[in-house]
């Protein structure tokens, strides 16, 4: 495919997402008549780009894809929730607003599922939940609402609102230090197993000069963190097992497109001369027909 064709294919599933709306790759890849796996590589460049964005909802097996600002549509998805997680869904509609301490412990698990609607800041040392559809002159005037708060003692922090008082965001916090995100994975893998594979990780990362920005999960089977190399942040993931499989592969894929960067894997062992190949095959292949 020539440059100039796979920009023109990258427009045509901007127009049609434009006009369709939150959009499936199954759908885009009819649109543009390519298979999922060749719409989804356009897909995550796109995201790269920061053209799309992609939904934390899944509607079957797949996310969404939007244009960035077209955030309200993803509420005619919402049916799509599961059960205590539609009830959140419901519940936060209504209520506008949620101190996270008075609900119930499904329904707190579940506010933490539902990213797309459920926006967490803090009060007061307090977690609460905001829908994502309510706006910041809304938002202040709720927080005044609510009992045994006074707001001209503290300060409410709001995203882009100058003048308005402050709320701060639950899920910001600046960029660690190398050395406290290392001792936040050490304490997450503190089985002997888990030590293990930490300080080979450790033992890589150093010795290829590659900084860690963020951890984004730590298990003693896996280690996902943001990184930087060569001044450009990708995500690492590292797996705890001699052999990885395509599964390992499209995990770490999705976690990749969730977050619009370019990723690499790590294992304990090479991979098999036929994942290799596979790779190798994926790379040059141009698209997949069917023959009438």
Same mark, same amino acid.
């Given at each position: 495919?020539?440059?100039?064709?796979?920009?023109?294919?990258?427009?045509?599933?901007?127009?049609?997402?434009?006009?369709?709306?939150?959009?499936?790759?199954?759908?885009?890849?009819?649109?543009?008549?390519?298979?999922?796996?060749?719409?989804?590589?356009?897909?995550?460049?796109?995201?790269?780009?920061?053209?799309?964005?992609?939904?934390?909802?899944?509607?079957?097996?797949?996310?969404?894809?939007?244009?960035?600002?077209?955030?309200?549509?993803?509420?005619?998805?919402?049916?799509?929730?599961?059960?205590?997680?539609?009830?959140?869904?419901?519940?936060?509609?209504?209520?506008?607003?949620?101190?996270?301490?008075?609900?119930?412990?499904?329904?707190?698990?579940?506010?933490?599922?539902?990213?797309?609607?459920?926006?967490?800041?803090?009060?007061?040392?307090?977690?609460?939940?905001?829908?994502?559809? $309510?706006? %910041?002159? !809304?938002?202040?005037? =709720?927080?005044?609402? &609510?009992?045994? *708060? #006074?707001?001209?003692?503290? @300060?409410?922090?709001?995203?882009?609102?100058?003048?308005?008082?402050?709320?701060?965001?639950?899920?910001?916090?600046?960029?660690?230090?190398?050395?406290?995100?290392?001792?936040?994975?050490?304490?997450?893998?503190?089985?002997?197993?888990?030590?293990?594979?930490?300080?080979?990780?450790?033992?890589?990362?150093?010795?290829?000069?590659?900084? $860690?920005? %963020?951890? !984004?999960?730590?298990? =003693?089977?896996?280690? &996902?963190?943001? *990184? #930087?190399?060569?001044?450009? @942040?990708?995500?690492?993931?590292?797996?705890?097992?001699?052999?990885?499989?395509?599964?390992?592969?499209?995990?770490?894929?999705?976690?990749?497109?969730?977050?619009?960067?370019?990723?690499?894997?790590?294992?304990?062992?090479?991979?098999?001369?036929?994942?290799?190949?596979?790779?190798?095959?994926?790379?040059?292949?141009?698209?997949?027909?069917?023959?009438?």
């Amino acid at each position: 495919m020539s440059q100039q064709d796979h920009l023109q294919v990258k427009e045509k599933i901007i127009s049609f997402i434009r006009i369709r709306g939150p959009s499936l790759p199954v759908h885009i890849g009819k649109e543009i008549n390519t298979s999922i796996l060749f719409a989804s590589a356009f897909l995550s460049e796109l995201i790269s780009e920061k053209r799309l964005k992609i939904s934390n909802l899944n509607v079957g097996n797949s996310h969404l894809y939007f244009i960035p600002g077209s955030e309200p549509l993803l509420e005619n998805f919402s049916q799509h929730l599961n059960g205590k997680e539609k009830e959140a869904f419901e519940l936060l509609k209504q209520k506008r607003i949620l101190r996270d301490s008075e609900q119930h412990p499904a329904i707190r698990v579940a506010l933490q599922e539902i990213k797309d609607f459920a926006i967490p800041f803090k009060k007061d040392d307090q977690i609460y939940w905001r829908y994502f559809m $309510i706006s %910041d002159q !809304e938002l202040i005037n =709720k927080i005044r609402e &609510i009992p045994e *708060i #006074k707001t001209e003692k503290k @300060e409410l922090i709001i995203k882009n609102e100058q003048k308005s008082p402050k709320i701060e965001m639950a899920q910001s916090s600046p960029v660690k230090t190398k050395k406290k995100t290392l001792e936040k994975i050490k304490e997450k893998t503190s089985e002997k197993k888990g030590d293990k594979f930490f300080n080979k990780v450790k033992e890589f990362l150093s010795k290829n000069s590659i900084e $860690i920005l %963020d951890v !984004e999960d730590a298990s =003693k089977d896996n280690l &996902i963190l943001k *990184i #930087k190399i060569n001044g450009r @942040e990708k995500l690492l993931v590292a797996y705890n097992k001699k052999k990885i499989d395509e599964s390992d592969i499209i995990k770490a894929y999705k976690k990749s497109s969730e977050l619009a960067l370019e990723y690499i894997i790590l294992s304990l062992g090479e991979p098999a001369k036929k994942m290799n190949e596979f790779i190798e095959a994926v790379k040059k292949l141009d698209g997949i027909k069917k023959i009438e």
